[in-house]
T-cell receptor, first 114, second 113 residues
Framework: AQKVTQAQTEISVVEKEDVTLDCVYE???????LFWYKQPPSGELVFLIR??????QNEISGRYSWNFQKSTSSFNFTITASQVVDSAVYFC???????????FGQGTELSVKP | DAGITQSPRYKITETGRQVTLMCHQT?????MFWYRQDLGHGLRLIYY???????DKGEVPDGYVVSRSKTENFPLTLESATRSQTSVYFC????????????FGPGTRLTVL
């Protein structure tokens, strides 16, 4: 079965702290993509990044970085020097078939306090 | 403006009433999706469509009906609303395939009394 688990329901940090959001996935497919979405308090879902199953290189974009490890079936997301504007719910998702369907994790609510 | 829109943005209805949520996209994406978002469950797929007149069930289809007569529109109907269908509903679209991210509408907050 395909599944995405985000075990951290809520995380609270103080501004400028680094924070890592965990994502563990399950799939039997060899070809798949993993995604991260951000849902700020305004409610919309914003695409952040995709990673394919054959590319284990880490990705860095400004204060954001992603660590993909097939050996542990994890695709973790780190925010360096967090800011209040990072406060949001973050979703990890898996796409494993040509239909483009996404399987979402339960989401992690990040609260960054000033 | 190009994009994906949903209407209404907020809806309050009563148990047993029929409700239709609208979704419209201007990208000519072949695939469209309906999700519901509930606390503790993330987003769960209700129905999706690969093209006009082609629809299929997702994870939680019971109590919902969809149609897609035009590529750009994908309405979701609750034939007889129940309190358990109180949720935030998101429509999304993409070109299909395992690579492409989905683009989401702003959501519809539905309350069933």
């Amino acid at each position: 079965a395909q599944k995405v688990t985000q075990a951290q329901t809520e995380i609270s940090v103080v501004e400028k702290e680094d924070v890592t959001l965990d994502c563990v996935y399950e799939t039997r497919d060899t070809t798949y993509y993993l995604f991260w979405y951000k849902q700020p308090p305004s409610g919309e879902l914003v695409f952040l990044i995709r990673r394919n199953s054959f590319d284990e290189q880490n990705e860095i974009s400004g204060r954001y970085s992603w660590n993909f490890q097939k050996s542990t079936s994890s695709f973790n997301f780190t925010i360096t020097a967090s800011q209040v504007v990072d406060s949001a719910v973050y979703f990890c998702a898996l796409n494993y078939n040509q239909g483009g369907k996404l399987i979402f994790g339960q989401g992690t609510e990040l609260s960054v306090k000033p | 403006d190009a994009g994906i829109t949903q209407s209404p943005r907020y809806k309050i209805t009563e148990t047993g009433r029929q409700v239709t949520l609208m979704c419209h996209q201007t990208w000519s994406h072949s695939y469209m999706f309906w999700y519901r978002q509930d606390l503790g469950h993330g987003l769960r797929l209700i129905y999706y469509s690969a093209a006009a007149d082609i629809t299929d069930k997702g994870e939680v289809p019971d109590g919902y009906v969809v149609s897609r007569s035009k590529t750009e529109n994908f309405p979701l109907t609750l034939e007889s609303a129940t309190r358990s269908q109180t949720s935030v509903y998101f429509c999304a679209s993409n070109y299909g395939g395992v690579y492409n991210e989905q683009f989401f509408g702003p959501g519809t907050r539905l309350t069933v009394l």
